[in-house]
């Protein structure tokens, strides 16, 4: 097997670094604490980026005897949200991570959209 062609072998080594970024992107994520609310504030959900779910907080105005879906619903979307913000972040990191990647430089620009 011969030596890579110049241009192949610097899109390893920026995949490599790619790569390296994405890791340190979702380590920094894993830890860090997202917030969801729902109802007006009334349910709040915290999640890691790790997706483990810390803590749901409830107002008791909101524990209504007569409607207890209503509880469930409101903890739900509090969770999804908490969720959406811990994708999102951990998302940006992935994007900032392929900012370096020379794609257009190697005939390849569009690839990651």
Known sequence: MGRLPTDMQKLLEQAAAMQAKMQEAQAATADQEFEGTAGGGVVKAVVKGSGQLV????????????????????AVAAVNQAQAAANDALAGGISDAADGLDLDGLGLGGLLG
């Not at 803590?55 to 409101?74: C, K, M, N, Q, Y």
């Open 55 to 74: 803590s749901i907080t409830f107002d008791p105005a909101v524990l209504d005897p007569e409607d207890p879906e209503l509880v469930g619903d409101l």
